[in-house]
Each structure stands twice: as structure tokens, then as C-alpha cells.
């Protein structure tokens, strides 16, 4: 009877361990998710200071080569300054937006191989008046 069930412990591991790593990668690719979107957040604000700070105005390449210094993924942005047609004088304030960002999953999911998923817009107001500085001054417009 023994001799028949040897094998019978190794198969229940084998199925025990690709259900414990099955939700370990989980884990993982849910972590790494929650991490790309904190870096979106933080892109946009950075990108929203970037801009108030630094005046550039209409300069959307200087503030996405800031904004893909946090987060490398970003490939487009939208700047938009409030009112709308100011000048670097005149504005109150600015609005750094990112949308079409995709999150790439590591894990196998129903037998695909990294499916992606769509992540909602990100977007960061900054009025003018709250970070106005002396642009020489400060470390970020470098």
C-alpha cells in the first residue's frame, strides 16, 4: 500500500507551490501596480511645481523630460495654464495632467503572458502665487 502512494506527497507540493506562487506573483504585480501609480501622482506634481517654478510657460518637453526623471513610462503630457491665452506674467496658475498610461503586468493571468491594463488620467493643479520663487534660486530648474 505504501509502495502505490509514493509519489502522491510530491504531486500535492507540486500543486500546493504553483497555487502559493500563482498568488505570491500577484502580490508582486498588485504591489508594482500601486507603486506606478504613486509615481504618477508624485510625476504630476512635480511636473505642476516644475512649471510654476521654473516659468516655463509653454515649455511641455522641459516638463515631461522632468516628469520621466520619476517615472520613465510617460510619454506624453498636458500642460495647461489657467487662464486660458496668459503670459508667463499674467497666469494664475497651472494644470500638469498624463493620460494614456499603461501598467504592464509581470504575472500570467488565465494563461496570457502580460496583459496591460489602462491607468485613469493623472492630473495636478498648482496656482502661481503658492510657489513663486526666484528660478536662479532653486535647485529644481536645473
Known amino acids: 500500500m505504501r509502495a ?3 509519489g502522491a ?6 500543486l500546493v ?9 500577484g502580490i508582486i504585480d498588485f504591489s ?11 510625476a504630476t506634481r512635480l511636473g505642476a511645481r516644475y ?3 521654473c516659468d516655463d510657460t509653454y515649455q511641455q518637453a522641459a516638463v515631461l523630460a522632468k516628469m520621466q526623471q520619476l517615472l520613465p513610462q510617460i510619454s506624453a ?7 486660458a491665452g496668459c503670459t508667463a506674467s499674467t497666469c494664475e496658475g497651472v494644470t500638469v495632467g498624463i493620460s494614456g498610461l499603461q501598467y504592464q503586468w509581470i504575472s500570467p493571468i488565465a494563461g496570457l503572458a502580460g496583459p496591460s491594463l489602462a491607468m ?4 495636478t493643479y498648482l496656482p502661481r502665487e503658492v510657489m513663486r520663487q526666484d528660478p536662479n534660486s532653486n535647485s529644481i530648474c536645473s
Open 51 to 53: 512649471a510654476v517654478v
Open 32 to 42: 508594482r501596480m500601486l507603486f506606478t501609480w504613486n509615481a504618477a501622482t508624485e
Open 9 to 14: 506527497t510530491l504531486i500535492e507540493f507540486a
Open 17 to 25: 507551490l504553483l497555487v502559493f506562487l500563482t498568488f505570491l506573483l
Open 120 to 123: 485613469p488620467s493623472f492630473s
Open 4 to 6: 502505490s502512494q509514493r
Open 77 to 83: 503630457v498636458s500642460v495647461q495654464w489657467s487662464p
